[in-house]
């Protein structure tokens, strides 16, 4: 009777698979998200986004302009070991715009409003104090500190807060939030570096970054560029809906 009333008002319930990946979403921003209503997201605020999936043409089309459930369908290896990633693999980096845009400001100004500095190995960075970032990134730093193996890849950091696209898209990059860090360039590997063009098939995997690094990010909700077929081994971002709380235990 209950789905007879629903076909009715045009009303579509999630299956119970996408419901649980809402809930990691609201779970990972509690101080934005409530929960879910149907075929929808529902904001602290009373704003309701809707969860679909786009009909893209293509995987570029796809990262473009996805639809909210696309971005959720995402699953991030937190704390595996690192092998080259298969084609397309890129863990994170479909991401539905107006979801960051609604937490962490829509324009430079709102963005800035809520940066504040965050102490990287004598180097001060600006850093989204928004659902808790910031203070994410100092707890990085200070088990960083405790390994000085490791200190020669994470400084200096190349840049936290810059508002930009992603090279070569119409797309936000999660700097342009201030919640992703890039690290020593030095050490690093970008797959556009090597001249390979978005939609390439059989771009070769390049990392130096040792696991042990990765994970402490990931211990803290950051994700890695590093696990990505388009490889940005420098760039980690806080996506805590991705790397989970039990991931890394
Ligand atoms: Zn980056």
């Given amino acids: 009777m209950i789905w007879v009333l ?23 921003y509690p101080a934005f998200l409530k929960g879910v209503e149907d075929d929808q997201l529902v904001w602290r605020d009373g704003t309701r986004m809707p969860l679909t999936r786009a009909k893209a043409a293509s995987y570029t089309a796809l990262l473009n302009q996805p639809g909210l459930l696309d971005q959720l369908d995402a699953t991030y290896p ?10 397309n693999e890129d863990p994170g980096r479909v991401r539905f ?23 990287w190995f004598g180097q001060a960075l600006k850093v989204t104090s928004v659902n808790g970032a910031a203070q994410s990134l100092e707890r990085v730093a200070q088990e960083l500190a405790r390994q000085p193996a490791l200190l020669a890849f994470v400084r200096p950091s190349a840049g936290t807060f810059l508002w930009r696209k992603v090279a070569g ?4 990059s999660v700097h342009a939030f201030g919640a992703a860090i890039d690290l ?21 995997y390049r990392n130096r970054f040792p696991l042990a690094l990765v994970q402490v990010f990931e211990r803290h909700g950051w994700i890695w560029g590093g696990r990505w077929y388009h490889y940005d081994t420098m760039h980690f971002e806080y996506r805590p809906e991705l790397t989970g709380a039990a991931g890394c235990r």
């Fill in 6 to 28: 629903l076909l009715a008002s045009g009303v579509r319930a999630l299956g119970p698979t996408d419901q649980a990946k809402v809930q990691r979403l609201v779970q990972a």
């Fill in 169 to 172: 898209t119409p797309r936000l």
């Fill in 78 to 87: 937190s704390c595996a070991p690192v092998r080259p990633p298969s084609r």
């Fill in 184 to 204: 020593n360039v030095s050490r690093s590997h970008y797959w556009q570096w090597a001249g390979y063009r978005e939609g390439q098939a059989g771009i070769t």
């Fill in 97 to 119: 715009e107006p979801l960051f845009k609604k937490m962490y400001g829509a324009s430079p100004s709102q963005v800035m409003s809520s940066l504040v500095s965050v102490n």
